[in-house]
């Protein structure tokens, strides 16, 4: 977001000079901060959700494999293990560090909000 607000000085000042109030501008931002994580949050979830669904099989086989290996065949342990093992969601933990995600991304951003409502409309046209 600071990369932003230092690319966009001459248009933040264009704002301000046809009348955005500061306020306007930290909302601005922090709309866009918000809608950065918001599909953040959903292009990752879709990509977790269909990847442990997608490996559940493939680590059962390992799995397997790996105790066979290790402890012999005569050990029925292996053959118990289904996919649905290995492909819990815990969606606590994942409302959870959604949360969590959104609540840092909404204090870190108000840092170049605050910059990006100081600009000057003469200042940010006149040096770009």
Not at 33 to 62: D, P, R
Not at 101 to 125: C, D, G, M, R, Y
């Amino acid at each position: 977001m600071a990369k932003f607000v230092s690319e966009s000085r001459k248009e933040i000042g264009i704002f301000r000079a046809i009348g955005a109030t500061k306020g306007d501008i930290r909302g601005m931002i922090m709309q866009q901060a918000l809608s950065y994580i918001g599909l953040s949050v959903i292009i990752g979830g879709l990509v977790g959700a269909v990847s442990v669904l997608g490996l559940g099989n493939i680590m059962v086989s390992a799995s397997q494999r790996f105790i066979t290996s290790t402890l012999g065949s005569a050990l029925i342990l292996g053959n118990s293990l289904k996919a649905s093992d290995f492909s819990n969601i815990d969606f606590r933990m994942l409302l959870f560090y959604t949360c969590g995600l959104v609540l840092i991304t909404v204090f870190v951003s108000l840092i170049p909000a605050n910059q990006a409502s100081k600009v000057s409309p003469v200042e940010a046209i006149r040096n770009n």
